[in-house]
């Protein structure tokens, strides 16, 4: 690996930091104030896509023809830089999960009609979607438990089910939805499953209640929501790839889902220490700055070793995508999904520690800043599935031995 950044990731790189320092930082406290009771984003965020696309800022996380045409390697340090205001900046790019991973479930598998239908419009950012997979009554850790049903009955599939803590499916343009169930309960068990587009105004499609994240309603992903699906009746074009395909599809959606989370943690993790040695330098106590402290020399040092080792391990998974494709990458995936959630909210921690009470308030951007990375650990598939799976493949080197 090359660690220097090539010509094309500087050029992306001086744009998107002068972005951040002109439009998005100016913009957090105004982002903060701008709830609506409807969940609709605030306002800010359109003026901000709008300066966004002025300044070729646009889709930069989608390679390819759709996208900035950017690797994996030339995305993650700005993805990282993002990540110092994920709940701004990401949307004011077009770079904000779930839409992310749905726009690359679309271009990859999705029909032409279906790209023109709804890629198009969330390439351009005029509506949102949501990927409807965990459900409340199973473990969905195991993507194999889910139990709505989705089935064929003639020229069109009927679903029936629940699905929880759906991200994005509050915010009024949420337009369509990715729904996983079971087309096939007989089948192999990573075949039984499949993948439909289910339009929001689908008739017996209900979005039950919003639902918070260590009590904060997370607008700026559009809101969490309990969803119910009574006998919602959608045309069979709507199925994504083939029936069976949807474990697969799910695999391939979370991938590079779980990188681009990890390459957003390191730039919260940054900004989590610059606050940490801010504060150290400006505040005393016995007399002394806490930057004299020994306890609070240890964090910030610890706090530098810890994102450089993290940031290594996220390019290292980044360079392997781009050169041995996904599979070739899964080690390295499973482990910055393992490291870095828990390692940014390590820093995070110390960073509310060294601010006391004002850590934990709205004066300072840590308490949500923890609360993202601390539900990283869940989201995308928790810490220990990622442990128990990584554990199985290191073994499986052995076993035939």
Request: aromatic share 8%; proline share 5%; charged share 25%.
């Amino acid at each position: 690996m090359d660690f220097a950044f090539d010509e094309k990731t500087e050029d992306y790189r001086k744009r998107l930091l002068a972005f951040m320092d002109e439009y998005v930082y100016p913009a957090e406290a105004e982002f903060d104030a701008g709830y609506r009771d409807d969940w609709s984003p605030p306002a800010v965020i359109g003026r901000l896509q709008a300066q966004a696309r002025l300044a070729g800022l646009w889709n930069l996380f989608l390679p390819g023809e759709h996208g900035a045409g950017l690797t994996n390697l030339q995305y993650a340090p700005l993805a990282e830089i993002t990540g110092r205001s994920p709940a701004v900046a990401p949307a004011a790019l077009n770079c904000a999960a779930p839409d992310t991973g749905n726009m690359e479930v679309l271009s990859e598998f999705g029909s032409p009609e279906q790209q023109e239908r709804w890629l198009r419009p969330l390439l351009d950012g005029t509506i949102r979607s949501a990927f409807a997979m965990t459900e409340p009554q199973v473990a969905s850790s195991d993507a194999t438990n889910i139990g709505t049903r989705i089935v064929r009955d003639g020229d069109d599939y009927v679903i029936n089910g629940r699905k929880f803590y759906i991200s994005g499916a509050m915010n009024p343009n949420c337009q369509i939805f990715i729904v996983m169930g079971k087309t096939d309960p007989d089948a192999a068990r990573h075949v039984q499953q499949s993948m439909v587009l289910v339009p929001r105004d689908t008739p017996g499609l209900t979005v039950k209640r919003g639902m918070t994240v260590f009590g904060y309603d997370d607008g700026d992903h559009g809101g969490h929501a309990e969803l119910e699906f009574t006998d919602v009746r959608v045309p069979a074009a709507n199925l994504i790839g083939e029936e069976g395909s949807g474990f697969a599809i799910s695999q391939a959606r979370l991938g590079p889902g779980r990188i681009h989370h990890c390459m957003r943690l390191i730039g919260m993790a940054e900004r989590a220490l610059e606050l940490m040695c801010r504060r150290a330098l400006g505040r005393t106590a016995f007399g002394k700055p806490l930057a004299e402290q020994g306890v609070v020399q240890e964090w910030i040092a610890e706090s530098r070793v810890r994102i450089e080792q993290c940031r290594l391990l996220v390019l290292k998974a980044a360079w392997l995508m781009d050169t041995v494709g996904n599979k070739g990458a899964h080690t390295e995936i499973q482990s910055i999904k393992i490291i870095v959630p828990g390692t940014t909210e390590w820093i995070i921690d110390k960073a509310v520690q060294a601010y006391g009470a004002a850590g934990v308030g709205q004066d300072t951007p840590l308490a949500r800043l923890w609360a993202m990375a601390r539900t990283l650990r869940l989201a995308d598939g928790p810490d220990e599935v990622h442990k128990r799976s990584l554990a199985r493949r290191e073994l499986n080197r052995y076993r035939s031995a």
